[in-house]
């Protein structure tokens, strides 16, 4: 297992924080970086594009001013999630932006194109890659990827099939690079788990949308509060693309949670609603399996660390176990 340098003593524990569509933004970034976690936006959060430059300086400002007053505090870098569909008409001039700002990690989602990958690798940044199987994970390495994001059944958003411990074996056996475990995590012992099953890093996003910070609306973290695993609904209506929704947000748009139509995969148009007028993201709310265990809206300095506290308690039976 590898750990990029870059993030070499910069964690108060083991997580990067994905992407949330219109949820992430500067705010939320900010405060997940200075809990010691990677924090990350999609770069098509900045609307307009323009927008895209002020919030990179903001957080870059804020990071750089915090970590001057706290000197010995464990300040994570930030990351921007690129979407490589071609869908996006953005990506190019974002991407332009990201060059310029020395984005420290580009996350890459929905495509891999090598040029993407040599723009970040020419001012030394890392680039993550969204698989959801093996297959992916190898296309994506051989166009440059440095590092892997195995997104397994029960991720929030679009996500995989595949179990988590099946999925991570397969990239295992010849990735020995970064690897990142995305789906249901959402308690401290699950990210051990991620790392005990050969990722190096869990990549949690669910529950970073009940935090105070979040960009959601309050009645979308409430129903994250109130929900299980059991409320979440895998479709691919929405955007052509199969993901994980919460049941309540898709009935109170008027849908049957239970008898959804199949959407044509060619029909996908990032956050435009696929075959339906409910919008993804904005009507219809992504969520991950894991949300079982968020039980309250709190900042994520809290959060980050209750995970914190829930690693080492695991890894503290773990070890007695293992005594």
Known sequence: MSLPTLLEGRLSVPVVASPLFICSGPELVVAQC??????????????????????????????????????????????????????????????????????????????????????????????????????????????????????????????????????????????????????????????????????????????????????????????IVESTAADIVYSNLFTGVHGNYLRGSIAAAGLDPDDLPVSDPSTMDWGSGGTTDAKAWKDIWGCGQGIGAVDRTVPVAQLVERLAREYDEAAGRLAMLSA
């Open 34 to 223: 200075k809990a010691g976690v990677v924090g990350s936006f999609p770069a098509l959060n900045a609307r307009p594009a323009s927008l895209l430059d002020d919030w990179l300086d903001q957080i870059e400002e804020e990071l750089a001013a915090y970590q001057r007053t706290h000197p010995d505090a464990v300040v994570a870098p930030y990351a921007v999630n690129q979407i490589v569909h071609r869908s996006n008409d953005r990506l190019e001039e974002d991407m332009a932006r990201i060059v310029e700002h020395r984005v420290p990690i580009v996350i890459t989602s929905l495509g891999a194109r090598p040029e993407i990958n040599d723009a970040v690798h020419s001012y030394g940044g890392l680039v993550l890659h969204d698989v959801i199987d093996d297959r992916f994970a190898r296309k994506a390495v051989e166009k440059g990827a440095d590092g892997l994001i195995a997104v397994a059944a029960g991720a929030g958003g679009h996500a995989g099939t595949l179990s988590p411990f099946a999925l991570v074996q397969e990239i295992r056996r010849w990735f020995d690079g970064p690897l990142l475990l995305s789906g249901a995590i959402a308690h401290g012992s699950s990210v051990l788990a991620a790392q005990a099953a050969g990722a190096d890093l869990a990549y949690v996003g669910s529950a970073f949308l009940a935090t105070d910070e979040a960009n959601a609306r309050p009645e979308y973290k409430q129903m």
